[in-house]
């Protein structure tokens, strides 16, 4: 059987290829374990062409997006594979969304088609979406549970027995490597998602750098805690799997307990995750009481890293090898990384040096280099900056200038070696357990509610999450909202993780002569 490391992945252009060409290179190594089912290569070839006739069936055309929306699973793999096989874009939708979140995304991508679950941890997805409008989407089809506006999974794929293998085979040829492999949601400062286009090679070609430079193997065994919504479970996650041939081992909830009990149990050695996810082990005493002697990679990042985490991983957790990285959908979900041998002060104090073939640095407001030890705005040039936001002309060119420069507007500091270290967020975003909180989108939904008449969100320090979020309510005239109730909302009409964890009803926000609200008084405030 060939190594891994014996072709680059990126030549096959897309990643239907990708995982044809891998189900006969690894054929009889096991690509997934999902509880309870053993699913090799060669079979994972057969069940993606299989899921592609389905998606050609239902009338999928080349370039139509596809939502997906449900948990960590084989199905969730197999789904995305089979329309990005049919020529369809991918469309992840997060599990921790409400019902607008949700049909915000499929309206504004026009997605013709949703594949998800009937149920996941108490949200019915189907029900979510009953008041959407959502003029595009033609049907919904469930792997997991029953609903009667849904077709089965079942049932999906045997009405695909109508197209015969070769019509899916040519179709899948004819995927050319530039075009759209899926379009992944991010929200920023105006409060309005942004859909980050990217094709099918720079997802490989960023992936096949990010799989060398952890050392990602054959014989490896990768749990993923990662959502498959985010770059990280998707990309870094089964995506990189199927690229080296490694098991991929998919997680549906995070449960400190359960993990630790698979990576013993299920000889895990792959455990990327948020800084949160070491601390939460190293946090918990039972922790000892696991077989952690298979652990050997820790990819983080998305949150500060400290040197102690770093040592404490190593040391007490038994990884031999800690990375480091930075990335953002824009850039494809990665653009620096730090590098095997790297000393504990260099992972913790940065977040490593551009990947191959990837620019990156720090300029001035004129868009100039800053002198190395000088913070700037981080820029990135190259084969991984997205190919634009989704129907979203201007907020592209604001984003990517006329030399292809990507904007990020985050501010940091590269040394004479290259190496990066982020010191601010763009502008007020914040980082809890890994997901990207934007203010503006917070803020924008909590006016919703009857009761406020302004607030102001800020991200405060949190020991496990990084950072979480502080709304600063200004009620309506007559109105005494109590923030157990504001809380309570909150949690009713937005993803748990843009859910502020602090709320203070206060009689007016500070502002400016322009009227702007003062988020560093709110900082002080609280004391950060």
Known sequence: MSDARDFRPSSLGTIPRLVQDSSRRFAGRVAFEDQGRVVRFDELGALALQASRAFIAAGLQPGDRVGVWGPNSLEWVIAAVGLQSAGGVLVPLNTRFKGSEAGYNLRKSGARLLVTVEEFVGARFVDLLADQ?????????????SHAKAESWKGFLAAGESISEDAAR????????????DVMFTSGTTGNPKGVMTGHEQNLRAFESWSEVVGLRAEDRYLIVNPFFHAMGY???????????????????MDVSEVLQRVGEERVSVLPGVPSLYQSFLMDPAHRDFDLSNLRLAVTGAA?????????????LGFETVITGYGLTEATGIATMCRDGDAPEIIANSSGRAIPDVEVLCVDDEG???????????VVRGYNVMRGYYDDEDETRKTIDDAGWLHTGDIGVMDENGYLDITDRKKDMFIMGGFNCYPAEIEGLLFEHPEVAQVAVIGIPDERMGEVGAAFVVPEPGARPEPDALHAWCREHMANYKVPRRIEVIGELPMNAMGKVQKFRLRERVGC
């Not at 409008?133 to 549970?145: F, K, N």
């Not at 179709?171 to 492999?181: H, K, S, Y």
């Not at 870094?236 to 998919?250: F, K, N, T």
């Open 304 to 316: 500060p890293v400290s040197v102690e985490l770093v040592r404490r991983i190593r040391e007490e």
């Open 235 to 253: 990309k870094a996650g089964w995506l990189a799997c199927i690229m080296r041939g490694a098991a991929c081992l998919p997680h549906r909830v």
């Open 170 to 181: 040519e179709r899948l040829l004819a995927v050319q490597p530039g075009d759209l492999a």
């Open 133 to 145: 409008e959502l003029p595009a989407l033609e049907g919904i089809v469930t792997w997991e549970g």
């Open 368 to 378: 100039k280099e800053v002198p190395r030890g000088e913070p700037g705005e981080v």
